[in-house]
């Protein structure tokens, strides 16, 4: 049966409703995956204009460059979450034993984990008591408060690989996307450029605001970036031609 509350303390509960912002693994592997979606292509993009390849080239390269980018950070992502629950389910396992094994050690740890936020033995006491008589809450307990690990959604590893990898070619469509309309690489180019740093604004812009940043710095960090990644691939082409 769960553990219920004071009617008093449950209704200030229920009128009390705190906005956290609760998406950040969705976040995260949104920006992971449009950002180096912007900057990869758009360097790459920059880097074979300058070698005065044409539009239709560029254009191949770019598109072939952004499948397997895709498929690259794709498979980054699923393997990082994956790991994360695997990493879950093994320290699951170790705690779950030690609780069955040495249970006065673990208890001893509750009681030190408690003692350090300024809880007296005669406060912690019956709380670790507590926790003895319900395995299962007790496990959870360890796993959160001493080992900080929160219990993976199973379908992570897949959401996160499909996440990043549909971000990617979002964000590398943009800067390829002249290249469709200007055969003219020296227009095409001009164009990517435009529109690359619009979209790294904008891009920067929610970034900052999402991750709690200063949205208007984020923004101009973010198209410094990718500006300096297609001038330095745009100037190394340049180089190596001459």
Same mark, same amino acid.
């Given at each position: ?59 191949t390269?770019?598109?072939?460059e ?11 992502? #699923? ?6 629950a695997?990493? #879950?389910?093994?320290?699951l ?9 040495v ?37 959870d ?19 996160s ?45 929610a ?8 949205p ?14 297609s001038?330095?691939a ?9």
């Amino acid at each position: 049966m769960a553990a219920t509350i004071e009617p008093e303390k449950q209704t200030l509960l229920n009128h009390h409703k705190e906005k956290h912002f609760t998406a950040g693994e969705i976040v995260r592997d949104i920006i992971i995956g449009v950002s180096d979606g912007l900057t990869v292509p758009f360097a790459l993009a920059a880097g074979l204009s300058g070698a005065n390849a044409t539009s239709s080239i560029v254009l191949t390269a770019g598109i072939a460059e952004v499948a397997a980018g895709a498929i690259s950070m794709g498979l980054g992502g #699923y393997l990082a979450a994956k790991s994360e629950a695997d990493n #879950y389910a093994t320290e699951l396992k170790r705690e779950q034993d030690e609780i069955i094994t040495v249970p006065d050690t673990e208890a001893a740890e509750v009681a030190e984990m408690l003692a350090q936020y300024g809880i007296e033995p005669h406060e912690y006491a019956p709380v670790v008591n507590a926790l003895r008589k319900k395995p299962q809450a007790w496990l959870d307990f360890m796993m959160k408060f001493e080992l900080g690990l929160e219990k993976p959604d199973p379908r992570r590893a897949l959401y996160s690989a499909l996440t990043i990898a549909v971000s990617y070619i979002l964000g590398g469509l943009v800067p390829l996307s002249p290249y469709m309309f200007f055969p003219r690489v020296t227009d095409a180019v001009v164009a990517s450029v435009i529109v690359t740093l619009v979209a790294l604004l904008i891009f920067g812009y929610a970034k900052g605001y999402f991750t709690g940043q200063k949205p208007v710095k984020s923004a101009l960090q973010t198209a410094l970036i990718g500006a300096i990644a297609s001038a330095a691939a745009f100037g190394m082409a340049k180089a190596v031609q001459m």
